[in-house]
């Protein structure tokens, strides 16, 4: 699949997200090494700090059905801007993920495409633990 149309996914993807207290939809947009697609939307709780980025949700939506291989997420957001991933996600992202793609799409759908380590550089992983 094409960056532009996993982008377009991602905008899609803002549907099904749930902020009822900020009002910000997120959108994101999974894509496996094998070409399947993952969707997630942001989701809160009235306790505020157990809300779940879209990002995350897609993640965990895919790897709780076997997935294991990734190529790209997409993010898309109410920001007329680029949406970077939260701090948390970068870390999940990279974890569960590795070195994947990351596209944001801004209003006017352009594209910025960073790999995962710009996003996070020096990050702590299996690595580090010995
Ligand atoms: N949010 C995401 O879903 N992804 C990001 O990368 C940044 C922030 C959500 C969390 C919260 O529901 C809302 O956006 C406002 O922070």
Known sequence: MEYKELAEKAVEA???????YSNFH??????????????GGNIE?????????????AVFKAFSEGERKFKAIAIAS??????PPCGSCRQVLLDLCGNIDVIMINHKKDLKILKLN???PLAFGDKDLT
């Open 14 to 20: 803002k549907k099904i997200s749930y902020p009822p």
């Open 118 to 120: 710009e996003l996070l």
């Open 78 to 83: 109410d920001s007329p801007d680029f949406c």
């Open 45 to 57: 709780t009235p306790s505020y700090s157990l809300t779940i980025c879209a990002e995350r949700t």
């Open 26 to 39: 997120v959108g994101a947009a999974l894509l496996t090494e094998d070409e399947k697609l993952y969707l």
